[in-house]
């Protein structure tokens, strides 16, 4: 079955690290994105690509790098600038011009400690 | 620009109450609307979506009808379950924009009680 993944579900970074989160879809969807979500808030969107080897930055993208090599991957590395990385990340994909919206992964609950 | 605006919950009903969360959208052009539900833990899933004005969008008992007149698109179900307890969040998608993004509402949670 057509999905996409995200791992790992859970991930502890000490303060001062680098971490990447994976996101890989079989979709064959050409757009993917980057949100976070924090505690009782809504979606915040982070970065978003529309075709392999081009992103944009969305409204909180400071701290956070993406790269997108392959049309199935997205990774989202979280970096030490990132002053509050705790929070749980949802990556989605969609046809770009589409009237389907999104499909999402599952998350990634990143807990600083 | 675009936005949604969703009621604040928490919305508390007990079961077979009648539902409805409300949402109103801003938006240029002519977007389709959609409602997600996030389960906890979880990402989130397409609930129904609407494309033009006076679709109504339907699933799982839930229903939604898109009322370009009035920029609204709430989600409505006759009987709702304990099962039901989630976060709905509201969207729209700018079809004119060419990009695909969608914005999001700031979700509203939903308590049903047995």
């Known amino acids: 079955d057509g999905g996409i993944t995200q791992s790992p579900k859970y991930l502890f970074r000490k303060e001062g690290q680098n971490v990447t989160l994976s996101c890989e879809q079989n979709?064959?969807?050409?757009?993917m994105y980057w949100y976070r979500q924090d505690p009782g808030q809504g979606l915040r969107l982070i970065y978003y690509?529309?075709?392999?080897?081009?992103?944009q930055k969305g409204d909180i993208a400071e701290g956070y790098s993406v790269s997108r090599e392959k049309k199935e991957s997205f990774p989202l590395t979280v970096t030490s600038a990132q002053k509050n990385p705790t929070a749980f990340y949802l990556c989605?994909?969609?046809?770009?011009?589409?009237?389907?919206?999104?499909?999402f992964g599952s998350g990634t609950r990143l807990t600083v400690v | 620009g675009n936005s949604v605006t969703q009621m604040e919950g928490p919305v508390t009903l007990s079961e077979e109450a009648f539902l409805t969360i409300n949402c109103t959208y801003t938006a240029t052009g002519y977007p389709s609307l959609f409602w997600y539900v996030q389960y906890p833990g979880e990402g989130l899933q397409l609930l129904l979506k609407a494309t033009k004005a006076d679709d109504k969008g339907s699933n799982k008992g839930f229903e939604a009808t898109y009322r370009k007149e009035t920029t609204s698109f709430h989600l409505e179900k006759g009987s709702v379950q304990v099962s039901d307890s989630a976060v709905y969040f509201c969207a729209l998608s700018d079809k004119r924009s060419n990009t695909g993004k969608l914005i999001f509402g700031q979700g509203t949670t939903l308590q049903v009680k047995p």
């Open positions: 979709l064959n969807h050409d757009a």
């Open positions: 690509s529309q075709i392999v080897n081009d992103f």
């Open positions: 989605a994909s969609s046809i770009v011009v589409d009237r389907d919206g999104y499909t």
